[in-house]
């Protein structure tokens, strides 16, 4: 199983979660330094909550499963004070 096979296995145990509040992750690119690079899609990409999410679930999903990884970042991360931030369910 090769480095990308691993990583989506790691997202696949958290899709669900992320999915429950309207979003998702997709993987953009794995780095020669083995740095995966992630878009949040959906909710996640708007949300307020973001940061926290991809420190507390995300990262720690994919490096718990995949210790070769060297680190975990989001192409677009979004602002806890970001005044166009959106909580999932808001309208």
């Known amino acids: 199983m090769d480095l990308l096979q691993r990583v989506e296995g790691a997202l696949d145990t958290i899709r669900p979660y992320l999915e ?22 959906g909710a996640c990409g708007s949300c307020p909550m973001s940061i926290m999410t991809m420190k507390a679930g995300i ?5 718990k499963a995949v210790p070769e990884v060297s680190a975990v970042e989001a192409v ?12 999932p369910g808001a309208n």
């Open 59 to 63: 990262e720690q999903a994919i490096k």
């Open 20 to 41: 429950a509040d309207g979003g998702n992750v997709s993987v953009e690119e794995i780095t020669p330094e083995n740095v995966v690079r992630l878009r949040l899609l």
């Open 76 to 87: 677009n991360l979004t602002d806890i004070n970001d005044p166009n931030a959106v909580m």
